[in-house]
């Protein structure tokens, strides 16, 4: 099994050692903002930043490790120190945060949004109780995201239904359709602002994303962390995403003259089986995510 990611301390006093050896390599440095330096030395790239955080990602980084870091240790081991990385709060602003809604949701769009901020905006948003747009209710989500819009550089983007259903169609994979919408927002962000790195949560392969950000000529690193919205930047994003989702359900649901419910319930059921009855089953892929298991029960 070969790592593609992994996070650690590094002791400053062994920096410069660790940097001849890398110069004797051919190595190649920069620079990056709040790194003491990033060197890429086969398809591997490796970030040591001010904080004293290390972070290693590229295919197959055990030999790097090994032979540059002298950490000999399992997968395992890695998988456990990736998860086991610095505090959210170590990681330096300016940075992005992206996060998404109605990934779990029968009915509706998926939305992704897309926040940047500097460590004072971040501040700010904190104080005012931005946290994790799941442990807020909808109105509170609504007036947040106002303050998030004015205080910080954002982009949002929702995928209908029916949009939502192509792309699946062609992806055949959710993480690879998620890694699209990330992706997206990601390079809207930079195009208004640039950035060093951007943190979301843990979905999947980060090649997804990288791949797909490479595609559009941004270079960008990415963190996905397990319960990443406990960084202000994604728990900012997450409440973008969810607002998104709200505004563009209530839209749905005015259009259609009915209330689709959230997730995927018997109250969904019910409410499918009313759908069809009046619009038809060929109108459903307009309203719904059809890859869902919740989908069979109307065919």
Known sequence: ?????????????????????????????????????????????????????????????????????????????????????????????????????????????????????DEKQAKYLKELGIKDSKKLDDKKILTLAQEVKKNSIYNTIHITPKKYNELYDKFKNLNKMLAWGHSTVIENVLAQKNADFAICDKFGDEKFILSALKEKGRQIQIIQE???????????????????????????????????????????????????SKFGMQEMRSVCKAHFKTYQEFI
């Open 226 to 276: 397990t319960k990443a919205e406990a960084d202000t930047a994604v728990a900012a994003a997450s409440i973008l995403a969810r607002a998104e989702y709200v505004n563009q359900m209530g839209k749905l649901c005015s259009y259609y003259e009915m209330n689709f419910p959230k997730g995927a319930s018997d109250k969904v059921i019910q409410a499918g089986h009313e759908f069809v």
């Open 1 to 117: 099994m070969s790592m593609t990611s992994y996070s650690g301390k590094y002791d400053k006093h062994t920096l410069s050692t660790l940097k001849n050896k890398l110069e004797q390599a051919g190595a190649k440095f920069m620079q990056p903002q709040y790194t003491e330096f990033q060197v890429r030395l086969n398809g591997v790239v490796a970030t040591f930043y001010t904080s004293g955080k290390l972070v290693v990602q590229g295919a197959n980084i055990e030999n790097f490790l090994e032979e540059y870091l002298n950490i000999q240790q399992s997968p395992k081991t890695y998988a456990n120190q990736a998860t086991l990385a610095l505090s959210l709060d170590e990681k330096p602003y300016p940075h992005i945060g992206v996060d998404e809604s109605g990934k779990g949701d029968f009915f509706g769009p998926l939305c992704v949004a897309g926040v940047l901020l």
